[in-house]
Nanobody, 127 residues
Framework: QVQLVESGGGLVQAGGSLRLSCAASGRTFSSYAMGWFRRAPGKQREIVAAISRGGGSTYLRDSVKGRFTISRDNAKNTMYLQMNSLKPEDTAVYYC????????????????????WGQGTQVTVSS
């Protein structure tokens, strides 16, 4: 098993930046493909970004391309989401998730593929 703890959320003005972190403990972090999801009020949870076990393959949803960056540091058991040029529509609870996989190069974009979830961190972008 792996335990996930997100941090770095908060209140920021439109155009500002935040960096979310997802710290993992338990089983070897590098055994997991990772993802960031978010759920805005009244909306379904959606994928924001995903990254393969080795970090060489990444995915960003279209609405955050050019603004967000996903990365991971397997030596520190941590995944990051750098969020720049934030918009009010980015307001949501952000969750990190882990998928135990044998593939070193694949990432996953469907929430049902993920085995473990963090508790979430609130990101609020004011206009």
């Amino acid at each position: 098993q792996v335990q996930l703890v997100e941090s770095g959320g908060g209140l920021v003005q439109a155009g500002g930046s935040l960096r979310l972190s997802c710290a993992a403990s338990g089983r070897t972090f590098s055994s997991y493909a990772m993802g960031w999801f978010r759920r805005a009020p009244g909306k379904q949870r959606e994928i924001v970004a995903a990254i393969s076990r080795g970090g060489g393959s990444t995915y960003l949803r279209d609405s955050v391309k050019g603004r967000f960056t996903i990365s991971r540091d397997n030596a520190k058991n941590t995944m990051y989401l750098q969020m720049n040029s934030l918009k009010p529509e980015d307001t949501a609870v952000y969750y990190c998730a882990a998928d135990l996989t044998t593939s070193y190069i694949s990432y996953y974009t469907s929430d049902y593929e993920y085995d473990y979830w963090g508790q979430g961190t609130q990101v609020t972008v004011s206009s």
